[in-house]
């Protein structure tokens, strides 16, 4: 007993040479299908090739069309040949021209022997896989094909949506249910024979005929009907990308195929001459008997294809440049914004910086240059610190700054007086955590040594680029984190509102804060807003402060037990 | 895109063939051997003035990554280039005394030869200076990227300009022929590029890294463009339309990927600065041969001048592709 190879070729004919030789020396017959796309001359100078071998036979040629019948008449008649010619062969192998068998034949052979019984098929109902090209699954066998996918894209197209529009639709023969899975199989002489002698055929091949892609489904319908036991699986490693074509097996993944376990790998790249070599070289077969295991190969084309479709989040480049709202994440990483802290605290970035361990900058959209943190011109990625360069493109700074230091969070300060191109962009950002204490802007104001005139004009300009700053943030669009705090608010119990902005950043301990920023004095501030109200200028975003009368608040004056203060 | 919008483009791909087609006469054939290209042969067009010292190592780079033929344009060279590429066995060389800006930079002389011999190749355009790295390269030839673009029908492949250059004076150490310029020039800026859309073409434009950081911090809409498109499945109906940098129809310039995923790309290193490029910029001062009246060489030789030095901090030293990619310069998109 032993198994028989049918083989479908098309192209790189020397390389099925090649196979077809390895398969026959271990005495396994092997029957060929050549396209008939191969010219003549080309395909009676391979068949002369291959003369001196006695168990390799020809099949009839037939056209043999991506998704179309061709492939599935070829491959019946070769399988007839196969089980005429050879009456020793229990099993009978579907494998292509660009297939490479991977473990020593001997070793299939053995595998298959123990299982006489057993037809390898990936076969599933419509309704369970998901593999679909063009969005087609149980419409592959209601509708009709009489178009070919790759050559007549357009009037496949518009067939399909007439006989959508008309619900046309076809019901299976003697109501059998369709099936499908992966082109190469494995089946024995009982089950393939009751196929191809099956009194019903005629109508079975009429109607597969007008199936799309009836290679993926004929066998897998039909050897439902008669097998004895169906192991729905492959024996053929075959990978498919998502455009549903499959993937190349090339030198580098020599490793790779022999830790598999496969018995055979399809696709293998014609000029592999590294692959050929060592796996046709039939090296003593350490007779293994263990499982296929092609997990990591799995792992390898999973990724590449997640890389392919949903690719690095937070990256713009030559080769991503995602459709607004369809970035998976608009930066890569978490990071923080902090308006109005260093305005109000003498203190807080290095104490933020000391408190965490993550990297405080300056104002990074401040006017005369980037503010990165310890006053570096250059940063990770060589970002520099140009300011006409970051606001060329304000929204590719932030994203290359934020891919560039991935691993190390990052926090920088913003204000009115900063560049707001970049505003949309953090409160729409969810790796945004965006902390305001608003009104803040004016204590520089109050403690300047400018005439009120301009202390005004500029209190007014900065009053009105803040509200708009708020209005992005409070908008329906926002997805960053964002806490707003009025000044007035905040400087009633400021501890409270940085306790929980350092807990959000992941703090090491998350015991209570052992030391405060110190704040600025505010003696005298509520009379310089009172100042700013009285020459008709209404600041209202730092809330509600008192006037003169009790000019500082309280809680930064006095000492709490729990605090350390400088 | 409008009906009116595409009509326009296509207008422009017809003129700018016909001047190809016109300026065919200021080429005169040195040697010809394109009867040795072969059907599935990918083909490299380059052109090129004074740069005999990199050609042993750009010729041998690109053989033993699989090209098989070379169709260059050698424009009025005085140091022997001429003659050393009609020596070599697969080149086949113009040459032409005319006006390197007149013919748009080249791409004129190149829109002829890849018409008359690259349709139905893949092919490569690339300066001499310039080194494709592709997802694989230490691996596989060309010619696997090539068939998996063929089986997945890309028909371009883009390759972003990645300024190479060395740590301390470009000067300091002198570049010797035949030897592996990313040797010297070894140190590229990863991570400050700013990329926007072509709307009209469809193609990225890319600026940034050093030429940006150190040449251009004050107007950086001056920095030169960085996005490249060297690798076309050529089509006698295609042409380039400024540089590599973008070709119609542009369906050829949608080599990024819109829905969030990656798509394949690699990366040309580009080796200008070398200790040859001070002589380079003084002559192409004088000749006012290129770009916006040589605007960027004339801010290389002011900065050079007063601090010659690339090199900072954060920049990094290439090692490999898969550097490249982990940092997100290229990607393999699919290909595995």
Request: charged share 25%.
């Amino acid at each position: 007993m032993t198994v028989g190879i049918v083989m479908l070729v098309h192209t790189a004919l020397n390389r099925a040479e090649q196979v077809a030789r390895h398969w026959a020396a271990a005495g396994c017959p092997v029957v060929i299908h050549a396209d008939t796309n191969v010219p003549r001359s080309v395909y009676n100078a391979f068949r002369k090739s291959l003369s001196d071998v006695d168990i390799v036979r020809f099949s009839h040629r037939h056209r043999c069309e991506w998704g179309t019948w061709g492939i599935v008449a070829a491959t019946q008649e070769a399988s007839e040949l196969m089980l005429k010619e050879f009456p020793e062969v229990r099993h009978v192998y579907l494998a292509s021209g660009s297939c490479l068998p991977l473990r020593p034949v001997q070793e299939l052979k053995d595998y298959l022997a123990a299982r006489p019984k057993t037809d390898f098929i990936e076969s599933a109902t419509t309704a369970d896989v998901p593999w679909t090209v063009g969005g087609l699954d149980s419409e592959r066998f209601t509708l009709r094909f009489p178009f070919a996918w790759k050559k007549n894209r357009y009037l496949f197209d518009r067939y399909v949506a007439l006989q959508r529009r008309f619900a046309l639709r076809r019901k299976m023969p003697n109501g059998v249910t369709p099936h499908m899975g992966s082109q190469w199989w494995c089946l024995t002489r009982q089950t393939l024979s009751a196929i191809l002698q099956d009194p019903e055929r005629p109508v079975y091949d009429r109607f597969f005929k007008r199936v799309w892609i009836p290679d993926e489904s004929y066998f897998q319908t039909l050897t439902r009907l008669y097998s004895q036991h169906v192991e729905s699986r492959s024996l053929t490693l075959s990978k498919f990308d998502f455009q549903g074509k499959p993937h190349i097996f090339y030198d580098d993944h020599l490793q790779l195929l022999r830790r598999s376990d496969c018995f055979v790998a399809r696709k293998i790249w014609p000029h592999a001459n590294r692959l050929y070599r060592a796996f046709l070289t039939d090296a003593e077969g350490a007779l293994k008997r263990t499982e296929p295991n092609p997990g990591k190969i799995d792992r390898i084309f999973r990724r590449a294809v997640e890389r392919r479709t949903r690719g690095r989040s937070g990256l713009y480049m030559q080769s991503r440049w995602p459709n607004s709202g369809w970035e998976n994440g608009a930066t890569c990483a978490e990071y923080s914004v902090f308006q109005g802290f260093s305005e109000l605290f003498e203190d807080f970035e290095p104490w933020l910086a000391r408190m965490t361990n993550i990297r405080v900058h300056g104002h990074l959209y401040g006017p005369d240059r980037v503010e990165f943190a310890a006053g570096h011109e250059v940063i990770n990625g060589a970002i520099s610190d140009s300011a006409a360069i970051r606001d060329y493109n304000p929204r590719s700074f932030l994203t290359n700054l934020i891919w560039a230091t991935r691993g190390e969070r990052q926090a920088f300060q913003f204000g009115p007086n900063d560049n707001q191109k970049i505003i949309w962009d953090l409160s729409k950002d969810a790796n945004a955590q965006i902390s305001v204490i608003s009104g803040a802007w004016a204590l520089p104001l109050f403690n300047s040594n400018r005439n009120f005139g301009e202390l005004r004009v500029e209190a007014a300009k900065m009053q009105k680029i803040e509200a708009k700053f708020l209005d992005a943030l409070r908008s329906p669009y926002a997805k960053a984190r964002i806490r707003i705090w009025t000044m007035a608010e905040f400087i009633e119990a400021p501890m409270e509102p940085l306790q929980m902005v350092i807990e959000e950043l992941g703090i090491r301990s998350a015991r209570r804060l052992s030391e405060v920023p110190k704040m600025v004095d505010l003696t005298g501030f509520g009379q310089f807003l009172q100042n700013l109200k009285n020459q008709g200028m209404h600041p209202y975003l730092m809330g509600d402060f008192p006037a003169a009368s009790e000019p500082a608040p309280r809680v930064a004056k006095k000492p709490k037990p729990y605090l350390v203060q400088k | 895109m409008g009906v009116v919008q595409s009509y326009r483009l296509r207008l422009q791909r017809k003129r700018w063939l016909i001047r190809a087609f016109r300026k065919r006469r200021e080429l005169r054939n040195v040697s010809d051997r394109t009867d040795q290209i072969r059907k599935r042969d990918i083909l490299l067009f380059s052109t090129m003035r004074n740069e005999k010292i990199r050609l042993p190592y750009f010729l041998q780079y690109y053989r033993d990554m699989g090209v098989a033929h070379f169709l260059m344009v050698d424009n009025d060279s005085t140091d022997g280039t001429r003659e050393y590429l009609a020596d070599q066995p697969d080149v086949s060389l113009w040459s032409t005394t005319r006006s390197y800006k007149r013919s748009r930079f080249g791409v004129d002389w190149l829109n002829w030869l890849q018409m008359r011999y690259g349709h139905g190749h893949w092919t490569l355009t690339v300066d001499p200076d310039e080194f494709l790295i592709y997802p694989f390269c230490d691996t596989r030839p060309l010619s696997a990227l090539t068939d998996w673009l063929d089986a997945s029908s890309i028909k371009s492949f883009s390759a972003m300009l990645l300024d190479m250059y060395p740590k301390g004076r470009i000067d300091a150490e002198p570049y010797k022929a035949g030897q592996n310029p990313m040797e010297i020039a070894s140190w590229f800026d990863s991570g400050n590029y700013v990329i926007s859309r072509n709307k009209r073409f469809g193609n990225l434009w890319i600026q940034g890294g050093p030429r940006m950081r150190v040449f251009f911090p004050d107007t950086p809409e001056k920095a030169p463009a960085l996005n490249k498109v060297p690798l076309v499945k050529w089509d006698r109906k295609y042409a380039f339309v400024s540089s590599t940098h973008m070709l119609l129809p542009r369906g050829l310039n949608l080599v990024y990927d819109e829905w969030g995923g990656e798509k394949a790309s690699g990366i040309l290193l580009h080796t200008k600065f070398l200790h040859t490029f001070g002589d380079k910029a003084a002559e192409e001062l004088s000749r006012k041969q290129h770009y916006s009246a040589s605007v960027e060489y004339r801010a290389y030789a002011e900065t050079l001048q007063e601090n010659p030095d690339l090199w900072c901090r954060w920049s990094e030293k290439y090692i490999n592709w898969r550097q490249l990619e982990i940092l997100g310069l290229m990607s393999k998109g699919n290909w595995a």
